[in-house]
């Protein structure tokens, strides 16, 4: 077949479209549409590996159907072979691309998103995100900005895998050597998402006394009042239960936060600190070294530089954990919204095996992890205040603004070495997120409150 246009598959409605934090995200309909899909399946197809097949898993959108469809019919336009996996966690992408040597990998998932919006992300042969060289390139085929020489010269074909999730399951029980967690309470909320695909079963299988909440795969109200951006329900079930812990997931299972049996939450800070002097008292943290990101507690940092560890801080975002676990070979790495991330377990965030890590360590010690925490560190108060800043420029620009970098630096002053300021761009939504963290709550107030205020007066102008 002949080459074609720039764009093989018709044109396309989002010739903005780039890659955030954690891939392409949006509103289904707006940002998020059949026709982009089409045209993210095709260069994809272009860009990765050519020798093996690529993999397709979703979380439990009602889109994520239209947009797995539209993405098979663009990589298979490009001559790939295709093999969609169904409901499955993020991480079993990844994993399985390792395991089955694929040349890389989707996952249709928004995340912590509401059930409004979707998004897709993209892995490479060795089961990492695409680096940005490789997202350049696929935007520049979004764009128009590369020929697609050769055309669809050739089409591929689709199957549906999902048998091969049971490889993903076994490498869960395998990460704790089927270690027994019989007769343990612990509540799991699933979030409606994808961790129903797996959660309660291998915890079952552990013996684990179990009880489920929002245990179904369900597009509607995944991420709805519940999941590891709402722990209400978790810590209410936890505490009238008498369980010893709880685990929540968020919408496509990559991330978990954990409540103890006090209703007390444990973040992923909490889950660094602990798993981390875990693994530096038996020898097993490189240089005692954790990666996090600009997020984590300066509390956390201090603790764990009062046991002799070093804490490397990277941007927000597990890509770039995962990257700096690479160069420096650290163990251990996370955000403190509950990514967590293992060298030892593959270096993708994980949330079912992290609840997994956390409920066998506790056992095996016989502690509770109420205990456990009682070990751990004393945070700062932290705040973090979203504002919904619609302009994409002034977003992203915001240290342009004279008014609020000047704000910023005067409360950077007065905390002095007690406190920290972090202004970003949500990489995901439109939203500036301000975060303050001092040693005295009534000072995070006071900045939180002046900070979110400046910048809601100076980036909203009309």
């Given at each position: 077949m002949a080459s074609i246009a720039a764009h093989p598959l018709g044109s396309l409605q989002s010739p903005e479209a780039s890659f955030g934090t954690d891939g392409l995200r949006g509103r289904v309909g707006t940002a998020i549409t059949p026709a982009l899909a089409l045209q993210?399946?095709?260069?994809c197809g272009r860009v990765?590996?050519?020798?093996?097949?690529?993999?397709?898993?979703?979380?439990?959108?009602?889109?994520?159907?239209?947009?797995?469809?539209?993405?098979?019919?663009?990589?298979?336009?490009?001559?790939?072979?295709?093999?969609?996996?169904?409901?499955?966690?993020?991480?079993?992408?990844?994993?399985?691309?390792?395991?089955?040597?694929?040349?890389g990998g989707l996952m249709v998932s928004a995340s912590h998103n509401p059930?409004?919006?979707?998004?897709?992300?993209?892995?490479?042969?060795?089961?990492?995100?695409?680096?940005?060289?490789?997202?350049?390139?696929?935007?520049?085929?979004?764009?128009?900005?590369?020929?697609a020489a050769g055309g669809m010269s050739s089409c591929g074909a689709a199957s549906h895998r999902?048998?091969?999730?049971?490889?993903?399951?076994?490498?869960?029980?395998?990460?704790?050597?089927?270690?027994?967690?019989?007769?343990?309470?612990?509540?799991?909320?699933?979030?409606w998402g994808s961790a129903t695909a797996c959660g309660a079963e291998v915890f079952r299988s552990l013996g684990a006394d179990l009880t489920v909440l929002h245990g179904v795969a369900d597009g509607e109200r995944i991420n709805v009042g519940c999941g590891s951006t709402h722990?209400?329900?978790?810590?209410?079930?936890?505490i009238e239960?008498?369980?010893?812990?709880?685990?929540?997931?968020?919408?496509?299972?990559?991330?978990?936060?954990?409540?103890?049996?006090?209703?007390?939450?444990?973040?992923?800070?909490?889950?660094?600190?602990?798993?981390?002097?875990?693994?530096?008292?038996?020898?097993?943290?490189?240089?005692?070294r954790l990666v996090a990101t600009v997020m984590s507690n300066l509390g956390f940092e201090r603790a764990w530089q009062s046991r002799g560890g070093q804490l490397e801080r990277t941007p927000v975002g597990d890509q770039h954990v995962h990257a700096a676990?690479?160069?420096?070979?650290?163990?251990?790495?996370?955000?403190?919204?509950?990514?967590?991330?293992?060298?030892?377990?593959?270096?993708?965030?994980?949330?079912?095996?992290?609840?997994?890590?956390?409920?066998t360590l506790c056992h095996g010690q016989q502690m509770t992890l109420a205990d456990w925490l009682d070990r751990s560190f004393q945070a700062y108060p932290q705040k973090l205040v979203n504002v919904r800043v619609p302009d994409l420029a002034r977003r992203k620009g915001w240290a342009e603004?004279?008014?609020?970098?000047?704000?910023?630096?005067?409360?950077?002053r007065s905390m002095a070495n007690d406190g920290r300021v972090l202004v970003r761009a949500s990489g995901t939504e439109p939203l500036l997120r301000v975060m303050v963290e001092a040693a005295e709550s009534d000072v995070v107030e006071l900045w939180t409150g002046r900070l979110a205020e400046a910048a809601d007066r100076h980036l909203n102008v009309a």
């Open positions: 993210v399946g095709f260069w990765l590996p050519p020798d093996g097949p690529l993999l397709i898993g979703m979380d439990s959108r009602c889109s994520g159907s239209m947009v797995v469809a539209a993405l098979t019919a663009g990589l298979t336009a490009a001559g790939r072979e295709v093999w969609t996996l169904g409901l499955c966690p993020t991480p079993a992408v990844p994993g399985l691309i390792r395991r089955l040597q694929a040349s059930p409004e919006d979707n998004g897709i992300k993209v892995f490479g042969p060795d089961g990492s995100k695409l680096g940005s060289e490789l997202q350049r390139r696929i935007e520049s085929g979004l764009r128009g900005e590369v020929d999902s048998e091969l999730l049971e490889h993903y399951r076994e490498s869960l029980l395998s990460s704790v050597q089927h270690q027994r967690l019989d007769g343990v309470p612990i509540v799991l909320d699933l979030c722990l209400g329900p978790l810590r209410e079930a936890v239960r008498g369980a010893a812990m709880g685990f929540a997931f968020d919408g496509d299972a990559d991330r978990m936060l954990a409540v103890d049996g006090r209703g007390r939450v444990v973040d992923g800070d909490h889950v660094l600190y602990l798993w981390g002097s875990v693994l530096q008292d038996s020898g097993a943290l490189p240089d005692q676990m690479v160069s420096s070979g650290a163990a251990l790495g996370g955000e403190q919204s509950g990514h967590i991330l293992s060298s030892a377990h593959g270096l993708a965030g994980d949330g079912v095996l992290t609840a997994l890590q956390l409920a603004c004279a008014p609020l970098r000047d704000l910023v630096d005067e409360a950077e």
